[in-house]
């Protein structure tokens, strides 16, 4: 049985991430985990089992690839960018 929850939960997640970018499954885990939360629940209905809880792991780079960092540093170069827009432009009102 734990086979074959496994490989639901695998075989969603592999479809739902194919049809994403890697931006949207990096800036929307929220949405990500809803959307494969959903998807194997449909699936494990069939066999009467329920999700009680499920967590996505974080994002990782692998040994000698640095795309997620980079990601993270961007994500939060904009945030703090978009603060000094912010603040300014409450300075001048």
Known sequence: ?????????E??????????????IFKGTKEFKQEVFGKVQLELNQFGLWI???????LVDVPGHEYFSYLGQKTQMEAANQAKIDVSEAKMK
């Open 1 to 9: 049985m734990n086979e074959l929850v496994k490989g639901i939960i």
């Open 11 to 24: 075989g969603e997640t592999r479809v739902l991430a194919a049809s994403m970018t890697m931006e949207e």
């Open 52 to 58: 009680y809880n499920a967590n996505v792991k974080q």
